[in-house]
């Protein structure tokens, strides 16, 4: 625990200027983002007395080891560089709404010659039209099959578009009458446009154009007594109307708005978003976040509209935004909002009528997502902390190991060797920190020795990255068995942790960056006023030291984790290994394991670690080992790409008839010249033809004729 004193700035050395501020731990974490009107009156605030600190504010400063800032010209500068220092560092002290899963959106891609109605997730693409989000994709499914009797949009995937118009037949949709069937021709590409910017529009709340033209056009094919067209009419605007139902007006005055409503109590917050699109909602989402800083409501709000419109631009952003309170700097955000959207947004509380009701029910909904929040993690939140108290009594541990790291070894039959390090902090799976190695120092099968490899790798990374900080120094040096200094960075000075691929250190951008002034730490060391730090606080790959590893194995892969941790120096990371067989935990130099209860939740989240980090090891293993298997003969010839590959493929039929072909053959598909074809001919000849398939039920020998991948 640090004292906020030993790195408080001098006076008179923080600006009195609209600024954000960052506060790091003494790994260099950015663990705190903030921003200020006055960054001098603002950081002041937390160098008071601990006791007159919010509990969690001093929480912060005492795990803090020194602050920076960044100075701006405006307040919405300022906010628009906190949210991006909160997206790029992911400090743990912020508040950050997270979605508790990806909702599905209504899209329509009118950025494809033949716009797709489709189901979509995740990060919006541009020229996409979107609408939502729904709470369910089956409920966009129902809308969509409703609409397609009057706006006939193409639905199907590329693959089956290609198809249908390589066949010249259209799928069962265009046969039926919903789908205009563009694929054949039936509607040109800009008809089919148009369809789909109509579909657009009756998403977007102009629903009275097309129901009063469908009805004119029903009147008038009853009076010429087509009978059976104005059927077909009637059933298409009862359609409509069953599609408008399903978004009860709820704003007469046809209102673009989004309404934001919280739930809070000490420890959690609750927001939810209604979005109303032409008077209707047309969506709805919600978050549930931990308050691991000293916030109000009004500052709450101001995080969950950074969340929200953070990445979004022009008609995202409504015109209206309906929130339970103003945040403190309400004319700087809405100037963002308007910035963001192109055009002015309000941004107020609702006082009375029609919007003051809807926000009553917006409020309703956040709280009882609240409560059902509570209750769902009211008994994960005890088990994880029960589980992880029986893991360090068992283990004789200080304190609980809320970092794990679990290690494993993968191959068949010692080709392809692999290893995986799985990550629970907590008690659950940090996915972001998982890592897959590749086997180096040796060939064959051995997992105590590829054990100390991916140890000794992992933690020489580790080493590194505390000696780029400055907390390893020649006290610290490691030494092997034999006595030699171990260099923790490896050949070259670079750290042996790279896993599949190249291990790149983070850089800054080029060209000039934002002014960074202030000190780093409270010995004075750190970059001249004025200068960006060489680390800008981003995490690295292996940075973090786990409480306890955790291998699969028993006895031999235990020794070997602790002995590459004994060469390396480090003393303070406990070792155990869970053994499949009995499920016994095994320590380093206990002849006996130690046996916990089957119905222990310490034995049942260490299996699950175990296990995640097995499953995660198997999956990289046979990765490898397809693409291994997938290799072609014709990978060896020099210059010739996956194009040119499919073209021979496509044009021979398979690998076999492209052996069998002449030079002069080869030279007759698209893009082949003489000196290709023959290096073609030459790898073909050199390389055994496969094994013929043998059909395991009758015993045939199937002649290869069909299709094969290059």
């Known amino acids: 625990m640090a ?54 504010t001093a929480t912060m400063v005492t795990t803090a080891a020194s602050v920076e800032w960044t100075v701006v010209s405006t307040e919405v500068e300022a906010l628009q560089l906190e949210y991006s220092w909160i997206k790029e560092f992911d400090p743990r002290f912020n508040v950050k709404y997270r979605d508790d899963k990806s ?72 046969y039926i009458g919903k789908c205009a069937a563009p694929c ?76 934001i409503a919280l739930a809070e109590d000490e420890l959690e917050a609750a927001v939810q978003i209604f979005h109303v699109r032409g008077g209707r909602v047309r969506g709805q989402r919600g978050w549930v976040t931990d308050k691991v800083e000293a916030v109000s409501t009004a500052g709450l709000v101001e995080h969950a509209l950074q969340q929200l419109y ?11 935004v309906l929130v339970p ?28 009528g029609d919007k003051k009701d809807l926000m009553e029910t917006v409020a309703r909904n ?67 920190e998982y890592r897959r190695f590749q086997i180096k120092g040796f060939e064959g099968q051995d997992d105590v020795r590829s054990m100390h490899e991916v140890i000794s790798r992992r933690f020489k990374r580790y080493l590194s990255e505390k000696e780029k900080t400055g907390e390893w120094d020649q006290e610290g040096v490691a030494v092997d068995a034999e006595g030699d200094a171990v260099d923790a960075a490896g050949p070259g000075g670079v750290a042996d942790g790279s896993v599949d691929g190249v291990d790149s250190a983070d850089a800054l951008p080029a060209g000039p960056g934002p002014e960074v002034v202030g000190p780093r730490r409270a010995d004075g060391s750190g970059p001249a006023s004025g200068e960006v730090p060489a680390d800008d606080g981003r995490p690295k790959r292996f940075a973090y ?46 002849d006996d394991p130690v046996v916990l209860p089957r119905s222990s939740e310490g034995l049942y989240l260490l ?34 790409g996956d194009t040119r590959k499919q073209a021979l493929i496509k044009h021979f039929g398979s690998v076999k008839r492209l052996r069998q072909a002449t030079i002069e053959q080869i030279c007759e598909v698209p893009g082949m010249g003489r000196k290709t074809a023959e290096a073609v001919a030459v790898a073909l000849a050199q390389a055994a033809p496969a094994a013929p398939a043998v059909n395991t039920a009758t015993g045939e020998i199937i002649e290869d004729d069909g299709g094969s991948t290059a």
Not at 9 to 33: A, N, S, W
Not at 137 to 153: G, H, K, N, S
Not at 310 to 320: F, M, T
Not at 553 to 574: F, K, M, N, S, T
Request: a positive charge; one cysteine or more.
């Open 3 to 56: 004292d906020p004193s030993s790195y408080r700035p001098k006076p008179g050395q923080i600006p009195d200027t609209p600024g954000v501020y960052k506060f790091r731990d003494d790994h260099r974490r950015v663990i705190y983002v903030g921003k200020a009107k006055s960054l001098r009156q603002r950081l002041a605030n937390y160098f008071q007395p601990l006791a007159s600190l919010h509990p969690r």
């Open 103 to 174: 909702y599905p959106y209504l899209a329509v891609t009118l950025n494809e010659e033949f716009p797709r109605v489709q189901v979509m997730r995740g990060h919006k693409k541009k020229g996409v039209r979107y609408f939502g989000p729904y709470a369910h994709a089956w409920a966009i499914r129902e809308t969509v099959d409703l609409m397609l009797r009057v706006f006939p949009v193409r639905t199907c995937s590329a693959g089956v578009f290609r198809n249908a118009a390589s066949a010249g037949r259209p799928c069962l949709l265009g």
């Open 184 to 259: 054949v021709g039936r509607v040109t590409p800009d008809e089919h446009r148009e369809l789909a910017e109509d579909f657009c529009d009756f998403m977007t709340g102009r629903t009275g154009t097309y129901i009063r033209r469908l009805e004119k056009q029903m009147m008038a094919a009853a009076e010429e007594m087509e009978y059976e067209k104005a059927a077909r009419l009637r059933d298409d605007i009862e359609a409509l109307r069953r599609a408008m139902e399903k978004n009860a007006v709820v704003l007469a005055d046809a209102t673009d708005a989004d309404l």
């Open 310 to 320: 953070g990445e979004e631009s022009g008609d995202a952003v409504p015109k209206e």
């Open 325 to 352: 309170a103003v945040p403190e700097d309400a004319e700087a955000v809405t100037l963002w909002l308007s910035g963001r959207r192109g055009s002015q947004v309000s941004l107020r509380v609702p006082q009375r």
């Open 366 to 432: 956040a709280q009882q997502a609240l409560v059902l929040h509570k209750t769902k993690r009211a008994s994960d939140l005890t088990t994880r902390s029960r589980a992880l108290e029986e893991i360090a009594e068992a283990l004789d541990l200080d304190s609980a190991p809320l970092r794990i790291e679990c290690f494993d070894i993968s191959h068949l039959q010692g080709d392809d060797v692999v290893a995986s390090m799985v990550v629970f902090e907590d008690g659950l799976p940090r996915k972001s």
């Open 545 to 590: 030291p786990p409480q306890l590893v955790v291998v699969d194995g028993g006895q031999p892969q235990v020794a070997a984790a602790r002995r590459a941790l004994d060469e390396l120096g480090i003393d303070d990371i406990a070792v155990c290994g869970l053994a499949k067989r009995l499920e016994e935990v095994w320590l380093p130099g206990d």
């Open 607 to 640: 299996q699950r670690v175990r296990d995640t980090a097995h499953d995660f090891a198997i999956r990289y293993q046979r990765s490898k080992r397809n693409k291994r298997v997938r290799t072609s003969p014709l990978d060896a010839v020099p210059g010739l």
